[in-house]
């Protein structure tokens, strides 16, 4: 996984179901500012495995619409109408997979008025939002989302922060550190991390650093880390990894023959990137340089 997402179960056996998943995934993005995941078609059991299964267990967010599939009549003549095999599955391995995990996953549920209620889906509390048109879903759907602006990757989060300014030499510069978040009920005993910082921000020191690895880009400088030196980090714990210092006015200075406010914003707009790997999920986050100085103010 590289970045976090909102996984979207919505049927697709209709034009206007299809349509609306795509929506759906449209609003998690333009309400929330995180990805949508919606497998519009997933043909095999390699397809179901890579995808589908692999994404309920990585997303920090699950919305699910039950459409209609017709009609049942069951021995005592009672009649029952059913909702997509596929969604009631995608929701029975969502549950059980973030049960087994021991980690909250927030869910938003539509169901068709005519849909009734059976399977895991009736002992799960999904408190499902009954609609009768796909008009009625787009509706409702941005109010229920104003929460889920700050949902974070499977209990771990990458942070970068900065600190605000000192003077070395006449120059601005700010100590920068990486921290990881264990909201999880395990300890997380291994882990992998790598840092790319433009070059040009550390050029305020003529240092060589630990960790640091070769770059196919000259413009930035690449750093790895594991969890050697460094120990585990036990549940509900949070702990820094890697810190440096870099200079701000170094960075401007590059830009020789610039327009000061144009060499400013240049430097301003380039990022700060961070990737860990923790049992086989990656986490990834990256902050601008003008990010990391307001965060700091």
């Known amino acids: 996984m590289t970045e976090k997402f909102i996984f979207v179960s919505c049927g697709q056996y209709t034009e206007p179901e299809k349509a609306l998943g795509k929506s759906i995934a449209e609003m998690v993005k333009s309400h929330t500012g995180i990805d949508a995941f919606f497998a519009e078609e997933v043909q095999d059991l390699n397809g179901l495995d890579s995808n589908i299964l692999s ?15 017709g009609t049942i009549t ?45 399977g895991l889906r009736d ?21 229920r989302l104003l929460s889920w602006a700050g949902l974070k ?6 942070l970068v922060k900065s600190d605000p300014f000192q003077i070395q030499q006449g120059h601005r510069t700010r100590h920068l550190q990486v921290e990881l978040v264990n909201e999880t009920n395990g300890r997380i005993d291994e882990y992998t991390g790598r840092i790319r910082i433009p070059t040009a921000l550390l050029k305020h020191w003529n240092t060589s650093y630990l960790g640091e690895e070769s770059s196919p880009d000259a413009r930035l400088r690449s750093f790895r880390f594991t969890e050697e030196g460094r120990g585990m980090i036990p549940p509900h ?16 200075g590059q830009f020789t023959g610039e327009l000061p406010i ?6 301003d707009e380039s990022a700060i990137e961070v990737q860990m790997w923790i049992a086989g999920r990656e986490y990834k986050t990256s902050k601008t340089i003008k990010e990391l100085s307001q965060q700091a103010s």
């Open 262 to 267: 144009i060499a400013a914003t240049v430097v």
């Open 237 to 252: 714990s949070k702990r820094v990894l890697w810190t440096t210092q870099y200079c701000i006015d170094c960075a401007v």
């Open 123 to 143: 002992l799960v509390h999904l408190n499902p939002i009954r609609f009768s048109s796909e008009a009625e879903v787009l509706e409702e759907l941005p109010a």
């Open 55 to 69: 994404a309920l267990r990585d997303a920090v967010g699950f919305i699910t619409v039950l459409h209609p599939r």
């Open 74 to 118: 069951r021995p005592d003549g009672s009649q029952h109408v059913r909702a997509s095999v596929w969604i009631e599955q995608e929701i029975a391995i969502a549950t059980y997979i973030h049960r087994t995990e021991k980690r909250p996953l927030p869910i938003i549920a539509f169901i068709h008025q005519s849909v009734g209620r059976e």
């Open 153 to 158: 990757v499977g209990g771990v989060e990458v």
